[in-house]
């Protein structure tokens, strides 16, 4: 899969309305993701840094998800992106945590899903397996 033009005017715009200062987060990052049936998906992600507070969001392929309850200290950073995402007939918000650090310029990120709820009544849904996934970005701009 490949971004769309409008996802990488949009990344473009983003990168030069956000500051990259020595030693900050700030940015944009991308890398793959391993998706179904061995294929490598593109992820992007914008990180807006206020001190130790992170906030942005994830990129993929068709749609955005917001970055919250982000923090960092140093080159570390620990995050949450709320995913929506499609179970058969039903949308189910996912809340994926990010946590990693920077290590020869990459960002080593682990992600694990924490939980995911019905959008429609708010009902837990049954997660099937939460393995963690190790992915490496570098930075864009």
């Not at 990259?20 to 991308?30: E, H, N, T």
Request: with cysteine; proline share 2%; net charge neutral.
């Amino acid at each position: 899969m490949r971004f769309t033009a409008a996802i990488g005017a949009t990344l473009l715009v983003a990168a030069l309305a956000a500051p990259c200062l020595a030693g900050s987060l700030a940015g944009i990052w991308v890398g793959q993701i391993p998706a179904r049936n061995g294929e490598k998906q593109d992820i992007a992600f914008q990180i807006r840094q206020d001190g130790s507070q992170i906030s942005g969001k994830l990129y993929g392929d068709y749609r955005s998800s917001p970055i919250v309850e982000g923090k960092a200290e140093g080159d570390t950073v620990n995050f949450v992106v709320l995913m929506e995402e499609q179970a058969g007939n039903q949308i189910n918000t996912t809340r994926l945590r990010f946590t990693g650090s920077v290590h020869d310029g990459e960002l080593e990120l682990v992600r694990e899903r924490e939980s995911s709820t019905n959008a429609g009544n708010g009902g837990d849904v049954q997660v099937r397996g939460n393995t963690k996934l190790t992915l490496k970005l570098r930075r864009l701009f």
